[in-house]
């Protein structure tokens, strides 16, 4: 469709997983995986996002995996 917004590959270009917005090449980015947690949601959660847009599922991400190591 002319202006199908959802995620993903907009017109050949990586959107962000957060705010949606396309990322521009000189951009930086993080890519985040929620793997290994048994969780679908977090599987969604998967993906390329803006470096500042990623910083609170970092914090999420590295207290998910701090808690793994104690089989929480």
């Not at 914090?59 to 701090?66: D, G, H, P, Q």
């Amino acid at each position: 469709m002319f202006l199908d917004l959802k995620s993903g590959d907009h017109w050949g270009d990586p959107v962000c997983k957060s705010c949606k917005l396309v990322i521009a090449p000189a951009e930086p980015t993080e890519v985040l995986k929620f793997d290994g947690h048994n969780d679908q949601q977090l599987d969604e959660m998967t993906g390329l996002y803006h470096a500042h847009c990623a910083k609170p599922y970092l914090s999420i991400l590295r207290a998910l995996n701090a808690l793994g190591r104690f089989g929480l």
